[in-house]
Each structure stands twice: as C-alpha cells, then as structure tokens.
C-alpha cells in the first residue's frame, strides 16, 4: 500500500488529527500557556491553543476598547510569524523547483534523511549566497560589522 505525501492528499488538520499534534500542542497549553498559531488551511478547528490568522487585520470583535487593541496586536504577530514561516516554504521550495516526486510510504526513515539533506544543502545555499528574506526583514542587526560599533 501506498500512501502520497503531497498536498492535495493530506490536509493540514488531518495530519494534525493523524499524528496526534493536537494533544501534544494541548499539554503545552495546558503546562506553559503558550498558543500555535495556524493558519486557514485549519478551516473549523477551534481549540484554546489555537490562534487562527484573521483575514481581517483591521477589524476586532472584543467587546473593549483595550481588548480589541489587544486583539489586534496578537493578529499582526501571528500575521507575522505565519509569513516567516511561508518565507521559509517558499525559500525551500524555490531552491529545488526540479524536485517534484512524491514519496511513498517508507519505513526506514528514506524521506526523513531526503528532507533533511534538502534543508542542509538551503542553508549552506543562503549562507554563500547571502539572499535569506526572513534574515534580511527580521534579522538585519546580523548583518552590522562588530568592529564598526567600537569607539576609540
């Protein structure tokens, strides 16, 4: 038997659903308060440790004032943290756009070495390049010379 990894035979809350990610998101919740951020592809799922990404970024439905604005600053950071994360994707999958076979099933950890060597051989790609959108817009104190910021 065969099984495709591809998109359009897996949706993202079924994989959720299928490796058991919700109950592990919900023990963090439960232990740390922390949240995940999701984005639309998560459709009806509603959980407490689940902040869905609004398409409407300037709208708020809290009943005050000091909610809604609260409301809204949690919207632009899961705005934001949800477009690194599409960065990301983008970046990898732009890096190796020849790569279009899908695995099949496999039980000795095949896709997982091909995967890995895909994100090993990005990274040295974005460091002799130097081009990493993520790095450039969240990151730009990276890219100051130390020896710059010493005064004699």
């Not at 970024?57 to 949800?82: H, I």
């Amino acid at each position: 038997m065969h099984f495709s990894t591809s998109p359009d035979v897996f949706h993202d809350s079924q994989v959720a659903e299928f490796g058991k990610i919700y109950d592990k998101l919900e023990n963090v919740y439960c232990t740390t308060g922390g949240m995940c951020c999701i984005d639309l592809a998560f459709g009806s799922v509603n959980r407490n440790y689940l902040y869905k990404l609004c398409q409407d970024q300037l709208g708020s439905k809290a009943p005050t004032r000091r909610l809604r604005k609260l409301d809204l600053q949690k919207k632009r950071q899961a705005t934001s943290a949800r477009q690194t994360a599409e960065w990301g994707m983008l970046t990898m999958q732009a890096s190796f756009p020849r790569v279009k076979d899908r695995f099949v099933y496999e039980e000795r950890g095949e896709r997982r070495i091909v995967l890995k060597m895909f994100v090993l051989l990005y990274n040295m790609r974005a460091r002799m390049v130097g081009i990493n959108q993520i790095r450039n817009t969240y990151m730009p104190h990276l890219e100051r010379d130390a020896n710059e910021d010493i005064r004699f």
